[in-house]
């Protein structure tokens, strides 16, 4: 079965420096997603970024980017110029291509991150 | 605008009641899911649904139930037989088919048992 995990409980940032929360995960498939999202305060979940794995090249959504590294089973999240809105609970997500399991997402048990002003 | 609700976004519950969770969607998208969230976990999948009329559990529906009477709706009934359901319950929906279905999620339900 495939597992996510997230070694970071907790994390800090200054306001407006890089931070790189981590992920990684246990699969024997070939083919599947990525994802980050984020929670803030409210408890809404967001999606902030999304890799499939069959693309070698690392997505990225304007301050949001990822290190994709798919022999290692990598997928860490960095965040540039952090600002305050960006505290928040992070969950490191993955899911199957395989029709048999396609609808299963499992989650990392997620990273807390909180900005410093 | 389109989007997934939730209601109640508060819910109080005796010991050995039911309880219904709503969850309404209006992004024509076929599969809908519940997630239970606990204190300082990640999401765990209740039930999820791929179309009308047919639903699978997931790890965690023990003492759940769900229907799926129209696309748009997935309720969820947490039942008296569910021994510890005060948590956030968490209520999602993606299109199905193709390639990278993106799950979209509700604001929530914070449910506690009185």
């Known amino acids: 079965a495939q597992t996510v995990t997230q070694s970071q409980p907790e994390m800090s940032v200054q306001e407006a420096e890089t931070v790189t929360l981590s992920c990684t995960y246990d699969t024997s498939e070939s083919d599947y997603y990525l994802f980050w999202y984020k929670q803030p305060p409210s408890r809404q979940m967001i999606l902030v970024i999304r890799q499939e794995a069959y693309k070698q090249q690392n997505a990225t959504e304007n301050r949001f980017s990822v290190n994709f590294q798919k022999a290692a089973k990598s997928f860490s999240l960095k965040i540039s110029d952090s600002q305050l809105g960006d505290a928040a609970m992070y969950f490191c997500?993955?899911?199957?291509?395989?029709?048999?399991?396609?609808?299963?997402?499992?989650f990392g048990p997620g990273t807390s991150l909180s900005v410093i002003p | 605008d389109g989007g997934i609700t939730q209601s109640p976004k508060y819910l109080f519950r005796k010991e050995g009641q039911n309880v219904t969770l709503s969850c309404e969607q209006n992004l024509n998208h076929d599969a809908m899911y519940w997630y239970r969230q606990d204190p300082g976990q990640g999401l765990r999948l209740i039930y999820y649904s791929q179309i009308v009329n047919d639903f699978q559990k997931g790890d965690i529906a023990e003492g759940y139930s769900v229907s799926r009477e129209k696309k748009e709706s997935f309720p969820l009934t947490v039942t008296s037989a569910q021994k510890n359901p005060t948590a956030f319950y968490l209520c999602?929906?993606?299109?199905?088919?193709?390639?990278?279905?993106?799950?979209?999620f509700g604001p929530g339900t914070r449910l506690t048992v009185l």
């Open positions: 999602a929906s993606s299109i199905t088919g193709g390639r990278a279905d993106t799950q979209y």
């Open positions: 997500a993955y899911r199957s291509a395989t029709q048999a399991s396609y609808d299963k997402v499992i």
